[in-house]
């Protein structure tokens, strides 16, 4: 038995239908990303896993017991807002300290447990500034230790990073990673922020509108995406999708691609049992920026690297990378070059493909299309 | 979530603690139940029945109704009540607004300004209507100070003037409300956005015009308070007809709240009182319930 | 005293200062010769409206005063309601049938029975003149209303404001009804204003009346609207003006100006009204209650109020005349003399009729409705047969 | 900035402008409550002679001592200070009662939102607008019934039950505007339904109490209407003492013992006003302007 | 004489001094980007430009001409604020023809104009709905266009996509670049985003406490920042900044870096000659995350690459990358790695230091260690 289960869980607030059946289970210690465009139903699922918003149907389990009905004060779970909702008439020490005074922990002991949750998120100074007198990143520590003050069984973050600037951000981002991996809690955290993302989660869930898109690991999310939208949702600049033709050509499918002034033939390498069906039919081929870069920076070790010259529409240099636009079927498309490399728009430079990296989705139910062993190598999580 | 929870402990008090909000809220809405809703039943049903010096329960239909409206003074207080509150509404917007666009450009005495402006609300016309009685009179007040000063041809009579009088109490209203509305503009145009003023600059647009196109047209919801607080006091002026004409000269500023306290409680006509005051209520309700419907239909951002 | 012991009055009043206020002293100091006391309860404002309302009020919520001062109508009304302890015994050791005007009785006797005891009669047609003005401007007591015209006029070429004014409703009714007096005679009056009768009230007689009264009004000044009586009465003491029309409680502000009747300034009855009277007077009513105590206390008021030294010293301080028709005037001053017998020759004539400015003619709704239109003649051009029959009109209205 | 350009100097002549506008009204704002103050501290003679606008020829202070203390009303000639304490007593529970209840109703209509939350709060604001006068008699048989008639007792019940509607709306739109966050968070927290309210919103809640209390205070100080109907007497409230002391039907009127106790009963809402002013502007800036 | 000439632009609010001497010269054409931490006032420069605030010392220079007393309508400038201010009583159309209007350009030229500025930000649907019924992004465009129907001899843009989410912010980004190249008009442009810097600007402009830190190229400021401040600020995740020591070896400076348990040492390769002057003294080295990669990612062919096998930290897939974290000199080091790479934290792996690339600081002054001739590359743009 998982340690939190959301079983086909829906709620609707009046008419609005906002959660459509959501199927989720993860193990003791998992951190949980919930990822997904404004509106798509995050909070509201935090909300009734806190037990703040009610369910309208299915079932809530954590450590095997049916939480439906147990009052938030009752269900041990720890909770960062998106705004913080910090208490504002309370200083620090007492935001912090509240939760353990409703608790009924003595004064000495609540005092060590701030001081210790201070000092950890290094606002010790603070202790008894309101916080009105904060700055946001402060204060978002702050809502940071109310929650870990409490050592609950589960805690719920809604995107408690999504107000700091870059730089507190990467920080805070390291801060809660290392947190996890020093208490073992089970984390559900919600995020816009692909980085993010990526970088926190053991398993991440993909949602839109209401209903769950592709539950995986960030890897599996990242590189196999079950959809479309998935696919486009995920990473920053986004994946390149391109129209394109699969053809047999010496008995295995390749892709044809339409460039500016020829055709661009890019071999399939994943996935290639179930592209056999797909001949002579349109497709969409999905490819990340960091798979089409310049042939040196190509990753010839383990990649399958295909070659073009293409013509360059645009270059933006980004300081790490530089940014190099083609056009390939019809589209835009973002490619990964290393940075200082002499390119001007209107050249032609030559593009190296990792073909092993591109994925290729049925352009009317937008869904992948792949192998059935493919799809195995992680039963459990995928979603219909 | 009729299903009993296994918990034992919670049972009770989680069920007291979903009920306590609208226990707490019970006894306000008892009160308001009762006392207001309550008693506009009662005055509704007085307003059919015979009643005289004291209530009466003998139902009489539109007997008092049709007395009501053949009433001579029940017509010049209608229609005072609309002059009335047209012209103290209009004025104190104007001029609140005027005010507060003034003391928004930086002023330096602003607090004194501004607590002279607002302290008219602070005092009753039982107190100030003596004041004020003086000031408008034309043998002892302004007139006659002019007159002292030199100024002899000056004159201002409004007050003993029949088809004036009227405006002299839309004067000392609008002197005592103005300020409040100014502080209710104030704190309007402090809400608004100051690069939009600035985006406006850059467009080009001169100050007035500023105001005109693109700061005015937000202080909507100001406008809509404002004109709602107004007609609650336009409605109410009963101290302030009271203590400065009396309704006089003759019926000359009488208006519904002075005619129904004269009909109730001098002229011993309890019924059509009632019913002057359903009608008032009515025209109220009419005025008031699109706005709080408009208000609360949507939720506020 | 331990005025604890015996218990105190709450008496209801709206005279809550000045000469009326003082006068009410007597009656507190009469009660405290008995050991009793007396709790504050004055509600001014608005002639009584504010008290009355104070009153309905205690009377709702079922917390009476021990006693009110109501006038004219207001009694019977109280009295329709069983609200009021009768004061039969006290009306019988003081034979007040006998001593009291028919008029009064009406109104002090519910059903046969006394509810109210009279503290005073006050008349209203009188005329206050400045005696230095007249001899100034050589004028003579007027004896008709053409004479009184006349020397108003003499007063206005002269410059003078002919005559003190204060324009409230019921001083427009006030003159109003002296003038019908002077025009219609003691009869019509009966007719038109205690009778109500409509063709009276919209006939040419009235319509003379309100000639005579937009006449008289030419010769008040501007700035009368609005205008406290107490303010027009200055104004005659000071010389501005010739006369006022106004009740005997004019006297009291001669009287505080050390002024002499006679000397410094004359009473005489409106010209044209000499041999009626048209009174009005204060009632006090005694609440109905179970409580033993208050209800002696009441006895004792009443028997106090209708006593001969009362009624004299009442008087006295509030310029009125008793309203027992069976004392010697010697006290009173020289107004107040004369006026004492006429009013007790009105008694006997049959002249002696109730004050429709102070509701002794007739309810509160027809006297406001009179009311309504003597403000608006006043205050308007409205001509004077469309003003009668505005009258007739608004008298049904507020009859039916 | 040096020397002054064009714009600058056409800058000067407008605040000029500016500030004669702004004082102009002022002094136009002042005028009642001058020819108060200086009536209050002038003799009679003075008055009845005088120019209404003028200072005082001799400053005297026995008008007002004779307005706390010595002025006759009705038969006792004790000034006014017994009323002026009768307010206070009424004043104090009324606002402090009614603003609590506004305060929970507020808490409870925004963030404790049930079925037909709106009709419940559209029937309190519309109780705002009800004209008072027609419920004098009906309230005045209730009183009597709960034996609170003519008693200040009776008349905090009547300003609580007339101010709960303003109050309500006060803090509706004050609370509306705090993020419903707070409350599940402090739900998180373990806290209740009152320990969130006494605890996390109404420290917070400053601004929209000093408006309430402000607008409270102000209405019921100045009352007359009920103050004359449900506690006349001993109980009166000062609106009901000054009527009667400045109404007398007969006599003289003495116009600085008047004034000087009109400015008696307006003293305590004038230093609300004056004291208060800076947080009234920041409390209606603070969500309750917007209705 | 430049285009838009600042010259030693001062701006006290009371007591504080907020710019202390902003000296910047563009040329027609050109794309500024001012960048800066929170509060070091770009904003302020940048209403100070468009005549919102009053210049308290110095000159502003527009086309040759002083406007330091012009008024902000007579200057023609255009501006995006960074709120949009977009005037909520009017539609689209109206808030874009507004500047128009009130210049009295006639009705029907104006609702051409409008009508074209629509077409190109594609908001021609929403012309009659009022700013509430638009979401974000509409909305910033409808901003822009307000600025771009004008055609002003200046834009000012501030902050302008910080309010939208990360995908319209790549769309919009590419929109403004490609409306620059088109029209040539000048602009400045505020932001915090590093991404937009580096890609829109022609200049770029770092900012400290009111104080122009660095104005240079994108790629100067990058790769060639002159302090310790601009090295940090700019990049993300930021540039590495290691404690290490000078000394000699073979009679070129090397810089010795201490890892967890030996010494590596780094080559010198830029700024030879004058570190020559600091052996035997403590700098701090400069290397950018993705100058330290895997061996097989590292650039070969220009770097100057020198390997070391070093302790693995901690490891951060984000998808497109892999960032691994090791200890130099006692503060953690990002190393930007191929993604997919096997790594667990505790392992060790070869990293690749592009030396080539590394910059060094004075740790006290916090100044660049620089050879007088790079110095001179860029001697117009650079600052005290
Ligand atoms: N009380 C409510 N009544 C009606 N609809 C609601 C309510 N609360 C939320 N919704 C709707 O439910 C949907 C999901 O809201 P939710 O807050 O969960 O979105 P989200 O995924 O957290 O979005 P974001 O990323 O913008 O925070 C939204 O479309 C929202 O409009
Ligand atoms: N009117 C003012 N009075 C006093 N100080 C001000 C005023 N306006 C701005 N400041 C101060 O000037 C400094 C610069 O402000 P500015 O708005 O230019 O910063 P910024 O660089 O735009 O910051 P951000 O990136 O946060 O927008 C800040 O420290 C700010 O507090
Ligand atoms: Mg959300
Ligand atoms: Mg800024």
């Known amino acids: ?384 | 979530m009729s299903n009993a929870s296994p918990e034992r402990d919670g049972g009770a008090r989680e069920r007291l603690q979903r009920w306590l909000p609208k226990l707490v809220l019970s006894p306000s809405c008892v009160l308001v139940l009762f006392f207001v809703y309550g008693f506009i039943a009662w005055t509704s049903y007085i307003s059919f029945s015979d009643s005289g010096m004291m209530p009466d329960y003998t139902w009489v239909g539109l007997h008092q109704w049709s007395r009501l409206w053949t009433s001579w003074t029940w017509g010049i207080a209608l229609h005072n009540i609309w002059v009335f509150g047209l012209l103290y509404i209009v004025s104190c917007i104007v001029l609140g607004l005027i005010l507060a666009i003034l003391l928004d450009q930086r002023i330096r005495a602003e607090g004194v300004l501004r607590t002279i402006y607002l302290y008219p609300m602070a005092l009753s016309f039982i107190v100030t209507g003596t004041a004020w009685q003086w000031f408008l009179n034309p043998g002892l007040g302004l007139e006659k100070t002019m007159h002292d000063l030199g100024w002899q041809s000056f004159s201002f009579n409004w007050l003993i003037d029949s088809n004036m009088a009227i405006y002299t109490v839309v004067i000392a209203a609008v002197w005592q409300a103005t300020g409040f509305v100014m502080a209710m503009f104030l704190a309007g145009l402090r809400g608004i956005d100051g690069e939009m003023i600035k985006a406006a600059q850059i467009d080009g647009a001169p100050a007035w015009k500023i105001y005109a196109r693109i700061i005015i047209p937000q202080l909507r919801p100001v406008f809509l308070s404002a004109v709602v607080v107004l007609a609650h006091l336009a409605i109410k002026s009963f101290d302030l007809i009271v203590a400065m004409t009396g309704g006089g000269p003759g019926n000359a500023t009488a208006v519904p709240a002075t005619f129904m306290y004269s009909y109730a409680f001098s002229r011993n006509e309890m019924g059509i009182a009632a019913a002057s005051a359903v009608f008032m209520l009515a025209v109220i309700a009419a005025l008031i319930i699109p706005y709080l419907y408009s208000e609360l239909r949507e939720p506020r951002s | 005293a331990d005025t604890a012991a015996n218990g105190e009055v709450e008496v209801l009043n709206w005279w809550t200062s000045g000469s009326e206020a003082k006068a009410l002293g007597a009656l507190k100091d009469g009660l405290s010769d008995q050991g009793i006391g007396w709790k504050n309860m004055p509600v001014a404002g608005g002639a009584g409206t504010n008290a009355m309302a104070v009153l309905r009020s205690r009377i709702t919520s079922g917390n009476p005063p021990t006693a009110a001062q109501v006038l004219g109508y207001d009694a019977q009304d109280w009295a329709e309601r069983d609200a009021l302890s009768s004061l039969d015994e006290v009306a019988e050791a003081g034979k007040w049938d006998e001593v009291f005007p028919q008029p009064l009785q009406e109104f002090a006797k519910y059903d046969g029975h006394w509810i109210g005891a009279p503290f005073e009669i006050h008349s209203t047609n009188w005329v206050w003149a400045n005696k230095a003005l007249m001899d100034e401007l050589d004028i003579e007591q007027p004896k008709t209303w053409d004479d009184f015209i006349a020397s108003l006029k003499k007063a206005k070429d002269a410059g003078y404001t002919g005559l003190a004014y204060g324009g409230q409703p019921w001083q427009d009714t006030t003159v109003f009804e002296n003038v019908v007096l002077a025009t219609g005679g003691a009869d019509f009056y009966r007719k038109a204003m205690i009778d109500l009768d409509p063709e009276a009230l919209n006939s040419t007689t009235m319509a003379q009346a309100f000639d005579h009264l937009r006449e008289l009004l030419q010769y008040k000044d501007d700035n009368s609207p609005g205008r406290d009586w107490n303010l027009a009465t200055a104004m005659v003491i000071n010389g501005k003006a010739l006369y006022q029309i106004m009740g005997d409680w004019a006297k009291g502000e001669f009287l505080n100006a050390n002024l002499e009747p006679g000397k410094d300034f004359m009473c005489f009855r409106t010209p044209g009204t000499q041999d009626a009277v048209t009174f009005n007077s204060d009632l006090m009513i005694m609440f109905d209650t179970d409580d033993a105590q208050q209800q002696k206390m009441q006895q004792i008021m009443a028997t106090i109020i209708g006593s001969p030294e009362f009624q004299i010293a009442f008087s006295q301080i509030k310029g009125s005349v008793p309203a027992r028709m069976d004392l010697s005037a010697d006290k009173l001053d020289a107004c107040a003399q004369s006026g004492y017998e006429q009013v007790k020759a009105a008694a006997e004539n049959h002249t002696l009729m109730g004050s429709m400015a102070h509701g002794y003619a007739a309810p509160a709704s027809v006297k406001n409705a009179v009311f309504d239109i003597i403000s608006s003649f006043v205050n308007s051009d409205m001509p004077s047969d469309v003003a009668a029959e505005q009258l007739a009109m608004a008298v049904q209205g507020a009859t039916s | 900035m040096s020397a002054a350009s064009p714009t600058a100097r056409r800058g000067i002549a407008t605040r000029a402008v500016l500030y004669a506008i702004l004082g102009l009204f002022a002094i136009v704002y002042l005028m009642p409550l001058y020819v108060m103050l200086t009536t209050s501290f002038k003799t009679l003679e003075e008055i009845h002679q005088g120019n209404m606008l003028a200072l005082p020829g001799q400053w005297t202070l026995d008008p007002w001592r004779e307005a706390w203390g010595s002025a006759c009303i009705g038969l006792e000639c004790n000034g006014v200070h017994g009323y002026f304490f009768n307010s206070i007593k009424i004043v104090v529970p009324a606002v402090l009662i009614s603003g609590l209840l506004g305060a929970f109703n507020g808490y409870v209509l925004t963030k404790w939102k049930f079925r037909g939350h709106k009709i419940v709060f559209g029937l309190m604001l519309f109780s705002c607008f009800i004209p008072f006068q027609i419920i004098l008699l009906p309230m005045a048989r209730v009183l009597g019934i709960l034996h609170l008639a003519n008693s200040t007792a009776g008349l905090v019940l009547v300003h609580i039950v007339y101010g709960i509607g303003f109050t309500t709306l006060f803090f509706r739109n004050f609370y509306a505007s705090f993020p419903d966050e707070l409350v599940r968070a402090a739900q998180l927290d373990g806290a209740g339904f009152f320990t969130i309210f006494f605890r996390i919103l109404l420290p917070a809640s400053v601004p929209i109490i000093v408006v309430t209390i402000i607008w409270q205070f102000t209405n019921v100080w100045n009352d007359f209407l009920f103050g004359v109907s449900f506690a006349s007497g001993d109980s009166a409230p000062i609106t009901v003492a000054l009527n009667n002391l400045v109404n007398s039907s007969t006599g003289v009127k003495a116009y600085n013992v008047n004034m000087a106790a009109a400015m008696v009963a307006a003293v305590p809402t004038l230093i609300v006003y004056i004291l208060a002013g800076k947080y009234f502007l920041r409390g209606l800036m603070s969500g309750s302007v917007k209705g």
Chains 1, 5 share one sequence.
């Open chain 1, 1 to 384: 038995m998982s340690f939190l289960h959301i079983n086909n869980v829906h709620k609707r607030f009046g008419e609005t239908h906002v959660l459509k059946g959501i199927d989720i289970a993860i193990e003791q210690g998992d951190f949980l990303v919930l990822v997904g465009p404004s509106g798509c139903g995050k909070s509201t699922l935090l909300n009734m896993i806190a037990g703040l918003d009610s369910i309208s149907e299915g079932e809530l389990r954590l450590d095997g017991r049916c939480i439906n009905d147990v009052h938030p004060s009752r269900r041990d779970i720890a909770m960062v807002f998106q705004s913080y909702a910090l208490y504002p008439s309370m200083t620090v020490a007492g935001n912090i300290g509240f939760g353990l005074e409703m608790r009924k922990v003595p004064r000495k002991q609540r005092r060590e447990a701030v001081d210790r949750v201070a000092k950890l998120l290094q606002i010790e100074n603070l202790l008894d500034r309101k916080p009105g007198q904060l700055s946001g990143g402060q204060r978002q520590r702050v809502a940071m230790g109310r929650a870990l003050v409490r050592d609950p069984q589960l805690f719920l973050f809604d995107e408690p990073l999504s107000n700091l600037d870059a730089k507190l951000r990467v920080d805070m981002r390291t801060e809660i990673k290392q947190l996890h991996q020093r208490l073992g809690t089970t984390i559900v955290y919600v995020t816009h922020d692909q980085i993010e993302a990526m970088t926190l989660a053991s398993r991440i869930a993909v949602m839109r509108g209401g209903e769950l898109q592709q539950l995986g690991t960030p890897q599996a999310v990242y590189d196999d995406p079950n959809n479309l939208f998935v696919a486009g949702f995920m990473g920053s600049p986004s994946m390149n999708l391109v129209k394109a033709r699969i053809v047999e050509q010496g008995g295995l499918p390749v892709a044809q691609v339409a460039t500016d002034d020829s055709t661009l033939t890019l071999p399939v390498v994943r996935d290639r049992d179930a592209l056999r069906d797909w001949c002579d039919r349109d497709v969409i081929l999905g490819l990340r920026p960091e798979a089409i870069t310049d042939p040196a920076s190509a990753n010839h070790g383990e990649g399958n690297i295909h070659e073009a010259e293409l013509p360059v529409a645009l270059v933006e240099p980004t300081g790490a990378d530089l940014y190099v636009v083609t056009t390939l079927g019809g589209t835009h498309v973002n490619a990964r070059m290393r940075p200082g490399t002499p390119l001007r728009s209107g050249e032609r430079t030559r593009f190296a493909f990792d073909v092993s990296r591109m994925v290729v989705f049925d352009p009317e139910s937008e869904q992948r299309i792949r192998d059935e062993r493919t799809a195995e190598t992680t039963p459990l999580e995928e979603t219909a």
